[in-house]
């Protein structure tokens, strides 16, 4: 298995899209700083949109390194 990170200037949702369909990726991995609101946690707006429109799955990290149920 094998990891790429890569720097992209642009729309930054767009330009994950992008990347993630021109090098076939089978996975994105996107940190979240979202915090509680009624019990649930919300994503960040890139965050958000990438995980409704990519293709191959998507994995968020809480940043601040805590999990939710």
Do not use: Q
């Amino acid at each position: 298995m094998s990891t790429t990170t890569a720097v992209a200037s642009g729309n930054p949702h767009a330009v994950i899209l992008e990347y993630a369909d021109a090098n076939d990726a089978d996975l994105v991995v996107l940190g979240t700083h979202g915090g509680p609101v009624s019990g649930r946690y919300l994503l960040g707006s890139v965050t958000e949109k990438v995980v409704r429109l990519a293709d191959p799955p998507v994995v968020t990290v809480r940043t601040d390194g805590s999990t939710s149920e």
